[in-house]
């Protein structure tokens, strides 16, 4: 039998960008008890690995500082901090349960003097401009209707020649990867989510939400046109995942 008390969210493309902000303020508001665990486990612990590999491409040169967009319970920022032992990093998002999370994490590890969350919007950054060395966003921009004004706003709180990073799971290219892609999003996530969460309509939400994200090739177009130079893409895990580095000009 069904659990009637579900959630159903509309669909992405059927979403004004009202809806869907809404949408995502609800659904990560749900999923932070297991948030963590799922992140793990749906990923095959790939997503651990994926932002290790983002940090180690970081360049501090001049503030010392990384700002983390929409940081959930806080991963990329946790793992920037405990990898380059001189930074100070802030974590963002506009989910208050979310960087509450993160703040106890950071609490438990010991990294509370060096990392700060606040809570904002990542397409009106509370921040002053050439602020940050880096700025990253880690599975966050897929969830922003308005991803233009996203990247310039981290153009803008970053120092010249500084760095916007981007980590974003992308549908995979190629006939049977993109099968198995699809018929692991619609029919076993869901389903593991079910078992696992008491909203499972977010994991739905969350396979939607990437089926509809742009290509990598149209998302470093996209970032070309924030103003970024030298904008690269690197394909993760067979494509699964890209990360996306671009310079602010002006250095
Ligand atoms: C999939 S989670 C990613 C969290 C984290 N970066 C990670 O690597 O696990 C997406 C996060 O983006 C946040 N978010 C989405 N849109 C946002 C916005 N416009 N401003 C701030 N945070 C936002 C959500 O609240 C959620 O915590």
């Known amino acids: 039998m069904g659990n009637q008390s579900e959630t159903h969210y509309p669909l992405v493309k059927e979403a004004t960008d009202a809806e869907r902000i809404g949408m995502v303020k609800d659904i990560f508001k749900t999923i932070i008890p297991r948030y963590d665990f799922l992140n793990h486990f749906l990923s ?60 106890r994490k950071t609490q438990a590890k010991g990294l509370s003097s060096r990392i700060v969350f606040v809570n904002g919007d990542a397409t009106a950054l509370p921040f002053p401009d050439n602020n940050f060395d880096v700025a990253g966003i880690a599975f966050g921009i897929r969830n922003i209707p308005d991803r233009m004004r996203a990247l310039r706003e981290m153009m803008r709180v970053i120092v010249p020649g500084g760095q916007v990073m981007v980590l974003e799971i992308t549908p995979p290219r190629g006939a049977i990867v993109k099968g198995l892609y699809h018929f692991y999003l619609n029919r076993i996530l869901p389903r593991l989510a079910r078992a696992f969460t008491s909203n499972p309509s977010a994991y739905i939400y969350l396979a939607d939400s990437v089926m509809n994200f742009p290509s990598p090739e149209k998302f470093k177009t996209l970032m070309e046109e924030a103003g970024l130079t030298a904008v690269k893409k690197r394909a993760l895990t067979l494509g699964v995942t890209y990360l996306h580095i671009g310079i602010k000009p002006g250095l």
Do not use: Q
């Open 44 to 103: 095959f612990r790939r997503d651990i690995a994926w932002r290790r590999l983002a940090v180690r491409r970081m360049r501090f040169l001049r503030t010392n500082r990384f700002l983390d967009v929409a940081c959930g319970t806080g991963d990329l920022g946790i793992e920037a901090a405990t990898h380059y032992s001189p930074i100070s990093v802030v974590g963002l998002d506009f989910v208050k349960e979310m960087t509450d999370a993160a703040a």
